[in-house]
């Protein structure tokens, strides 16, 4: 796996290369505050629909919590470019079943890759059925998250569409991207979880 890539540099030069146009981005969103400096970002570039599919969250009624704080936010936030919002299934026995045998995994391991591509596959489904031009996800945005894994599954996914559908490459911890998204949280004050989302972080985090 190519550990120099700067995916930062990489959406800088698709962004200049755009000119006047502004293309449709289906953005996969793991919450609110994530998406917050994502969304700033990107809307001043892009047509953004955030694609809210995440059915590791656990439980029932943090899921709940955290799509309001996604819709609530992009109802408030005057983005340059209209936001658009899509819920995807809450299809946890799906999730359930992808750890099936990794649910001793650590962070950061097996499982939480095979929890990426869940949601990237389905937010490329998503695009590519609805005629997006790019999709990416705010996953990088996070100091956790390994931004070269999340990069080759978008992009791996985006090469069997023939050329349908781009993968839009990110590192949005970079350049401050986590810090403005803590910013933005306080700014409108958005509910901010203390754990990934998963019953597997949600107990190592009790257990802290």
């Not at 109802?75 to 026995?93: C, L, Q, T, Y």
């Not at 097996?110 to 929890?115: A, D, I």
Request: glycine letters at 4%; aromatic letters at 14%; a neutral charge.
């Amino acid at each position: 796996m190519n550990q120099k890539i700067n995916y930062q540099k990489q959406l800088e030069e698709i962004i200049s290369s755009l000119g006047s146009n502004t293309p449709r981005l289906l953005l996969h969103s793991c919450c609110g505050p994530c998406s917050s400096y994502c969304i700033e970002y990107l809307s001043n570039y892009f047509e953004i629909t955030v694609f809210y599919y995440n059915p590791n969250i656990y439980p029932d009624d943090e899921y709940i919590h955290r799509v309001k704080e996604q819709k609530e936010f992009i109802n408030r936030f005057p983005a340059k470019n209209k936001v658009s919002f899509i819920e995807g299934d809450f299809d946890k026995d799906r999730f359930y079943k992808i750890c099936k045998g990794l649910e001793h995994e650590p962070e950061r391991g097996k499982r939480c890759f095979e929890c990426f591509k869940l949601r990237l596959s389905k937010s490329y489904e998503t695009a590519l059925e609805n005629g997006f031009d790019y999709f990416t996800t705010t996953l990088t945005i996070s100091p956790l998250k390994d931004a070269n894994i999340l990069n080759d599954i978008g992009l791996n996914l985006a090469t069997q569409s023939d050329g349908m559908l781009q993968w839009l490459p990110s590192d949005f911890k970079k350049n401050n991207g986590y810090k403005r998204s803590t910013e933005l949280s306080k700014e409108y004050n958005m509910y901010r979880q203390d754990y990934c989302g998963c019953v597997f972080s949600y107990n190592e985090r009790r257990q802290l």
